[in-house]
């Protein structure tokens, strides 16, 4: 018989000082120390044009915009992870973290107002699952966008009255992201 060791935990400011000296992202998830999967060129490609479409010249100014190498900390989940784009509306609330000297080892937002993961393969069921568990965690969060990479397909899920609404379209179709309608086909050129 093999025997299975559970993993080992780690400390959020060992997790943090062992990120930044990486080259590669991880997920700290309740202690536990994941790799997180490289994006392609289609992922990023896609991420990239909704960035430009949705966002280009009409981000809101009281809006900032953050990129997939910016870490968002979900405290109610015990969640270090980074999405495809972020978008914070208001003041900016981030965690930082301070070794014994003070010294600043890590930051990570824990605002965001919207956020988009560009679907992939190996990422799909967890981004649509318990990943958007641990996001639906964030007081702040008003909308979460799953652009597809294998068709042309948008998905809008929206918190309106408390509870979270899905908007789906497709090909030729219009889909209403951040007060704006955005033409699907325009995201996948």
């Not at 997180?36 to 960035?51: A, I, K």
């Not at 809006?63 to 980074?82: G, M």
């Not at 992939?120 to 699952?129: A, F, H, I, L």
């Not at 042309?152 to 951040?178: C, F, M, N, P, Y």
Request: proline share 3%; net charge negative.
């Amino acid at each position: 018989m093999v025997a299975v060791q559970s993993p080992r935990y780690v400390p959020y400011d060992e997790f943090l000082r062992m990120e930044t000296q990486s080259d590669e992202r991880h997920e700290w998830v309740d202690g536990v120390v994941r790799a997180m999967t490289r994006g392609t060129p289609e992922h990023g490609r896609l991420g990239g044009r909704f960035l430009l479409r949705v966002f280009g010249s009409l981000l809101d100014e009281n809006c900032e915009l953050f990129l997939s190498d910016t870490p968002i900390f979900i405290e109610a989940a015990q969640l270090h992870t980074y999405a495809d784009v972020s978008i914070v509306c208001g003041p900016l609330v981030t965690r930082v973290v301070h070794d014994r000297n003070g010294k600043s080892i890590g930051e990570a937002v824990m605002n965001p107002t919207l956020i988009v993961e560009v679907l992939s393969d190996s990422t799909e069921r967890y981004d649509r699952g318990s990943k958007f568990d641990a996001y639906k965690k964030l007081s702040s969060l008003k909308e979460y966008v799953l652009v597809s990479q294998n068709e042309r397909r948008i998905e809008v899920r929206s918190l309106r009255d408390g509870e979270w609404t899905t908007q789906i379209a497709g090909a030729g179709q219009s889909i209403h992201v951040h007060g704006r309608d955005v033409a699907v086909d325009a995201i996948y050129g």
